[in-house]
């Protein structure tokens, strides 16, 4: 069977892992100003205390040799290991068998951690509802909830659903450039240009992004917020290329 060299095998498993790449490159999740996975108790509103902590987490991941800093030097350290992960006989090349395995384990990886958001949201939202304390819902508290829940869809808005909607394609080819982008973040977050990520700079980076989506300034980002910084977003993105605009004489 036709192997793929050492080189070619890291670019492809670079461009297979970008989705992971991206949720640590940004401060707080690859989701709408990045906080989505910051929910820590699951109430739907995400505080800033909430944001640096899984922030620290993700720092700590980025940063493989543990000296304070992300620096290139971590980065080609994760390229390394999710190389040697993926090459599960060691010898130095990756085969399809071991790609795709690699992949199937990343996807499962990643339906294990939705999953275990479902339930802590499912949880809060029982512990929510229950408020007799009786450990079961009654019928007038299963209506309450039903209120509750269309009330949360009011406010985010059909239309903004529906905007997003269309924009699905265009996004998922924007996700292409992601891991890209999460260098670009990261270089922003440098701020004395030298071309390494401190702790303090990191925290700033966070900050600045809280406050981004955080546009009441209440100190808590809502679930309308993040849905608005994910409409900002699309939109900066564009229309599909070959919808957008060749001029006049095109």
Same mark, same amino acid.
């Given at each position: 069977m036709r192997k793929l060299?050492?080189?070619?095998?890291? &670019?492809?498993?670079?461009?297979g892992g970008a989705g992971i790449a991206v949720a640590q490159h940004r401060a707080g999740g690859h989701h709408a100003g990045g906080f989505e996975q910051a929910d820590a108790d699951g109430d739907g509103q995400i505080t800033l205390a909430e944001a640096k902590a899984k922030s620290a987490e993700r720092f700590a991941k980025m940063d493989a040799?543990?000296?304070?800093?992300?620096?290139?030097?971590?980065?080609?350290?994760? *390229?390394? *290991?999710?190389?040697? #992960?993926?090459?599960?006989n060691g010898d130095g090349?990756?085969?399809?068998?071991?790609?795709?395995?690699?992949? #199937?384990?990343?996807?499962?990886?990643?339906? #294990?951690?939705?999953s275990q958001r479902q339930a802590s949201r499912q949880v809060k939202m029982f512990e929510t509802l229950d408020t007799d304390g009786s450990g079961g819902l009654s019928q007038a508290e299963m209506e309450a909830g039903k209120a509750l829940r269309a009330e949360a869809r009011d406010e985010r808005g059909g239309e903004a659903r529906g905007e997003r909607r269309g924009r699905g394609g265009?996004?998922?080819?924007?996700r292409r450039g992601g891991s890209e982008r999460g260098m670009r973040m990261?270089?922003?977050?440098?701020?004395?240009?030298?071309?390494?990520? &401190?702790? #303090?700079?990191f925290d700033a980076m966070v900050e600045a992004r809280f406050a981004r989506v955080d546009t009441d300034g209440s100190g808590t980002i809502t679930q309308a917020e993040r849905d608005a910084a994910k409409d900002r977003r699309g939109g900066r993105r564009g229309p599909p290329r070959g919808e957008r605009s060749t001029g006049a004489g095109s």
């Open positions: 060299t050492l080189i070619a095998a890291a &670019s492809a498993l670079a461009i040799n543990a000296d304070g800093a992300i620096t290139k030097a971590d980065r080609e350290a994760r *390229q390394a *290991q999710r190389f040697a #992960e993926a090459d599960t090349e990756l085969t399809p068998a071991e790609m795709t395995a690699a992949h #199937e384990a990343r996807e499962a990886m990643r339906a #294990e951690r939705r265009a996004e998922r080819m924007g990261l270089r922003r977050a440098d701020t004395n240009k030298d071309e390494a990520v &401190s702790r #303090e700079e």
